[in-house]
Structure formats: structure tokens, C-alpha cells
């Protein structure tokens, strides 16, 4: 069982930014998809951000390609988020997610591909 903390959202004006972080208790296991998923009221959720923690690479949904950021902090067992340049549209639930992927090195934007999930973290812009 992997836990997952989110912090770091807030209320900002567009064109700002914001710095999410994910806590991870398993992180120490170097074959982890782990991604960022955000959910705006009526709407389904979506991939934001992934990056498997043993080859760094890194995938990103087409709404915040060229704003957004993630990447890993190891020491510090974290997921981060950076966002940049942000719009009313991205206002939503940021949740994380993670799924071991040992063997396949596989990682996916397709939410149902995550067993674990935090419980999310609000992020509003106002315009």
C-alpha cells in the first residue's frame, strides 16, 4: 500500500504560479509511475503530468504542455508540480497517483492505470 499526501494549492490570479508536492511513503521503490491528475466540477478526470521514477521520463497532457512541470525530489521522498503561466481552466482537484510498474517500466495519463491516490489538493485561479 502506497500513501499519498498533496500539498501546495492554493487560490492565484492567471498568470501566476503554484508549486505542488506529492509525500510518497513508498518512494524509496525506484519502479514507480507516478503522475498528477487534476478533476474540475462535471468534469472527468484527466492526465496532467507523468514521470517513472527509474528512467525519468516524463509525459504531459496537451492542456498545460510548455506550463507545467513535474519532477521528483528524492531526498525528500516528493513528487512536485511546478505550474506556470496558470489559467481560470486549469482550476480543479490536483490529485497524485502512483502504480508500480517493475518489469514493464510502463506509465500512462489514463487515470484508471493508478491504484493509489491521494486525496487532493485545490488549486483556484481567478482571472
Known amino acids: 500500500q502506497v500513501h499519498l499526501v498533496e500539498s501546495g494549492g492554493g487560490s492565484v490570479q492567471a498568470g501566476g504560479s503554484l508549486r505542488l508536492s506529492c509525500a510518497a511513503s513508498?518512494?524509496?521503490?525506484?519502479?514507480?509511475?507516478m503522475g498528477w491528475f487534476r478533476q474540475a466540477p462535471g468534469k472527468e478526470r484527466e492526465g496532467v503530468a507523468t514521470?517513472?521514477?527509474?528512467?525519468?521520463?516524463?509525459q504531459y497532457g496537451d492542456a498545460v504542455k510548455g506550463r507545467f512541470t513535474v519532477s521528483r525530489d528524492n531526498a525528500r521522498n516528493t513528487l512536485i508540480l511546478q505550474m506556470n503561466n496558470l489559467s481560470p481552466e486549469d482550476s480543479a482537484m490536483y490529485y497524485c497517483a502512483a502504480r508500480d510498474v517493475s518489469g514493464s517500466g510502463s506509465c500512462s495519463l489514463y487515470p484508471p492505470f493508478f491504484p493509489y491516490w491521494g486525496q487532493g489538493t485545490q488549486v483556484t485561479v481567478s482571472s
Open positions: 514521470i517513472n521514477i527509474l528512467s525519468s521520463y516524463t
Open positions: 513508498e518512494y524509496h521503490r525506484p519502479d514507480y509511475c
